[in-house]
């Protein structure tokens, strides 16, 4: 079966390797399933591993976690043999012709849209798990800093749980062009305009009561959300960041009293079931984050696609072959 390779920092290849294979009996009572991809996604967080930045460790299979497909063969109760299902591997090692991923980390289908839609339960996932670690958003000023795929979810999520205003921030003009279609309520070109300024005319000089950093790793904003935040507010810091971070300004968090939230680690139980039942019940949009699609043939240019913006790329989709093929 092939593989993906990342051989050398942006650059990625498939290659040969063996074939993987399902225990006859689940380790530890906990069953697994043989899944075979269909559809997969890329993300920021798989960025890392193919610009091979030294953060994290770079194997064979690296690097894909949102993807739908199929079960093969199963050791388990969860899931039969052919069900469509959504699964994450461990570690984001996903980008194989078939892997072992354990029952606890995969979660049906909802039938109702396709499979293109469904496959964004994975990311929204992520973004309801931290939007359950705030107080409520009601009435809430929001901004969202980066109007990436993520940043595009949380307008769509926000617009959902009834903010007030959702204003997308980005220096990019041709991602800000589907903010308004995925549910926020302004844009702020920061490639031209004073986001501090431009956010202060928006809330008639109170600033956001919420401020969520969808950026993270080397363009982390965190700064710019302090600068946003109004007096006992709280920044949501969803991008993944740097292991350390140098030049925040502490202090001035410190004298507006802000409170930041983080997120990590979604539950497969919970909030990538809610995701999937919003996006079956229409309560979320999100037609317009997928902007690309290749063949797995052409990962290369799909990674590239996606770490470069091109064209304001979103969410890029990438197509394995049909069994046997």
């Given at each position: 079966m092939f593989a993906g390779l990342i051989t050398a920092p942006s650059r990625i290849e498939l290659v040969d390797t063996a074939n993987a294979?399902?225990?006859?009996?689940?380790?530890?009572?906990?069953g697994q399933i043989l899944?075979?991809?269909?559809?997969?996604?890329?993300?920021?967080?798989d960025m890392p591993f193919f610009e091979q930045t030294g953060e994290f460790e770079v194997e064979l299979g690296h690097s894909l976690h949102e993807i739908i497909g199929t079960v093969v063969a199963t050791n388990g109760r969860k899931f039969r043999e052919g069900d469509s299902v959504l699964a994450v591997p461990d570690n984001q090692l996903g980008m194989f012709e078939q892997f072992v991923v354990g029952e606890d980390r995969v979660i049906a289908l909802d039938t109702r849209v396709p499979i293109e839609q469904a496959l964004m339960a994975q990311p929204?996932?992520?973004v309801i798990c931290a939007l359950k670690k705030l107080p409520g958003v009601l009435d809430q000023d929001v901004v969202v800093v980066g109007q990436g795929p993520i940043g595009q979810l949380y307008n769509a999520s926000l617009r959902n749980l009834g903010a007030r205003q959702v204003i997308g921030i980005d220096p990019l003009d041709e991602r800000l062009r589907h903010s308004a279609s995925l549910g926020a309520t302004s844009t702020i070109c920061s490639g031209g305009t004073d986001p501090i300024q431009a956010v202060a005319d928006l809330?008639?000089?109170?600033?956001?009561?919420?401020?969520?950093?969808?950026?993270?790793?080397?363009?982390?904003?965190?700064?710019?959300c302090i600068d946003l935040c109004r007096k006992y507010g709280k920044i949501?810091?969803?991008g993944v960041p740097p292991e350390t971070i140098n030049g925040i300004r502490w202090r001035d968090m410190?004298?507006?009293n802000l409170s930041v939230h983080t997120s990590i680690h979604p539950d497969f139980e919970r909030d990538f079931p809610l995701a999937m039942q919003w996006i079956g019940e229409g309560r979320v949009?999100?037609?317009?984050?997928?902007?690309?699609?290749?063949p797995v043939a052409e990962i290369q240019t799909a990674f590239e696609t996606f770490g470069q913006r091109v064209e304001g790329a979103l969410k890029v989709l990438v197509d394995f072959p049909e069994a046997g093929a």
């Open positions: 294979t399902l225990p006859a009996a689940p380790p530890d009572g906990a899944f075979r991809p269909q559809l997969g996604c890329l993300c920021g967080s929204l996932g992520t809330t008639d000089g109170r600033m956001a009561d919420i401020v969520v950093e969808a950026v993270g790793h080397r363009d982390q904003a965190l700064n710019l949501l810091y969803f410190l004298v507006k949009e999100l037609t317009n984050l997928i902007t690309h699609r290749y």
